[in-house]
């Protein structure tokens, strides 16, 4: 798995180029880091969709958490927010998977507070 960086987002000005930012998507999947106004960016510029999925290793009373997915149409863009403590895996960092790497590109950013 790639590391992906973590891109701040003035909130001043909200502007970033989020397609300039982001690099191939890693066929082993990428990591993430997790933590309040963090998300993923996925940019699909494949002719098919792809499934974007960030895994969920914790637990809530013994009872396994659904992996939170997301699906980016032929052509577009989509969002996942990386907010959640319940993403953190053991290194700290989202484990991020795709159904294929075709064309996908992907950043994580922050919004500055």
Partial sequence: MADLNLVNVPVGTGIADMAAQAVAAAGGGDTAPVGPNRFLYVNNGDAS???????????????????????????????????????????????????????????????ES
């Fill in 49 to 111: 969709s792809k499934t974007v999925t960030v895994a969920t290793p914790g637990t809530v009373k013994g009872l396994a958490v659904a992996e939170a997915t997301l699906v980016v149409a032929a052509g577009d863009h989509g969002i996942l927010p990386l907010n959640d403590d319940v993403y953190r895996g053991p290194t700290g960092r989202a484990a991020i998977t795709y159904s294929a790497v075709t064309s996908v590109t992907v950043a994580c950013f922050e919004l």
